[in-house]
Nanobody
Framework: QVHLVESGGGSVVAGGTRQLSCTAS????????VGWFRQAPGNEREGVAV????????EYADSVLGRFTVYVDNAYTTLYLLMKSLSPEDTATYYC??????????????????WGQGTQLTVSG
């Protein structure tokens, strides 16, 4: 499994912007799909944004489309999630996922084997 570490969470006022980062030791985000998921208390983990470099595609949950952007740096060593126009409904623990196992639903948590420890985002307002 891949050891993933997220950072960038915290508190932000509604309407604000925040960027999350994910790094992995000895792993490059340049082959299989990688993505961001989130989980709010009492809810299941849901896919937020996925980046598939080989296919050259990204996918987003409807709830974040147009507000969130997933991308990697030029060295493919850091995965980012840029979040704009945040609302209290975006409050959750955000997880980075890698080691995609296949399947047609890129936003399914079941398709990923490696997970970070999560970073908490709280949106107030």
């Amino acid at each position: 499994q891949v050891h993933l570490v997220e950072s960038g969470g915290g508190s932000v006022v509604a309407g604000g912007t925040r960027q999350l980062s994910c790094t992995a030791s000895g792993y490059r985000f340049d082959h299989y799909c990688v993505g961001w998921f989130r989980q709010a208390p009492g809810n299941e983990r849901e896919g937020v944004a996925v980046y598939c470099p080989v296919a050259g595609r990204t996918e987003y949950a409807d709830s974040v489309l147009g507000r969130f952007t997933v991308y990697v740096d030029n060295a493919y060593t850091t995965l980012y999630l840029l979040m704009k126009s945040l609302s209290p409904e975006d409050t959750a623990t955000y997880y980075c996922a890698a080691d995609y196992q296949g399947g047609i639903d890129y936003l399914s948590a079941a398709a990923y084997r490696s997970w970070g420890q999560g970073t908490q985002l709280t949106v107030s307002g």
